[in-house]
């Protein structure tokens, strides 16, 4: 097995314990927080009795926590999709939606809430930013390691990206197959 479909496969089962996870708390026919809330309001009167703004409530606490729930479904996803990484965002959108959907329908406990999914959709579109930044520095350090392996001086990421010759490089020999522009007193210029 190859070390790319090794990391794919390990991808996609840390994925599916990630969505099964999601899938068991988002389906738990009672509230996932029941028997956290009064402790966490007690947490919060007391931090606003020291000075904190009444908008850091228990809504506040709730919708942060959606955001992290799907923080891992976002990054996940985006790593398995690829070049298609931002799909992982709609994806995220469509799961929190049939999530919420499932709520409505079954589990007379639960509430469904479109505020749970605009924060776990935000929650995927961070995993799916902090994916593009792991390829985006990914693609960076093979390029600098190829630079490397070839003897060639290294570049940084800068040059990289902006197609600069490294410091020392051998500069391009200008030879006959060089284009020659002539002014009007006949002298070449070359290009």
């Not at 988002?26 to 904190?52: C, I, K, M, T």
């Not at 600098?144 to 990206?161: H, K, M, Y």
Request: glycine fraction near 14%; proline fraction near 5%.
């Amino acid at each position: 097995m190859s070390a790319r479909t090794r990391r794919i496969a390990v991808l996609a089962g840390v994925g599916g314990l990630c969505l099964a996870g999601v899938l068991v708390v988002g389906l738990l026919p009672s509230r996932v927080d029941g028997g956290l809330e009064p402790g966490v309001r007690r947490l919060l009167a007391w931090l606003q009795g020291l000075g904190a703004p009444e908008w850091v409530n228990y809504d506040l606490i709730d919708f942060v926590a959606n955001i992290g729930f799907f923080v891992p479904i976002g990054l996940i996803a985006a790593l398995l999709l690829g070049r298609m990484r931002w799909l992982a965002i709609p994806l995220g959108a469509a799961l929190s939606g049939a999530l919420e959907l499932g709520q409505a329908l079954f589990l007379p406990e639960r509430y469904a809430s479109w505020s749970d999914v605009l924060a776990n959709t935000i929650g995927a579109a961070l995993g799916a930013l902090i994916a593009a930044a792991v390829a985006a520095t990914g693609s960076r350090s093979a390029a600098s390691a190829d630079l490397r392996l070839q003897g060639e001086p290294q570049q940084t990421p800068a040059q990289l990206r902006d197609g600069a010759l490294p410091h020392g490089a051998p500069r391009r020999r200008r030879g006959a197959s060089d284009v020659r522009l002539k002014d009007e007193t006949g002298r070449g210029e070359e290009l």
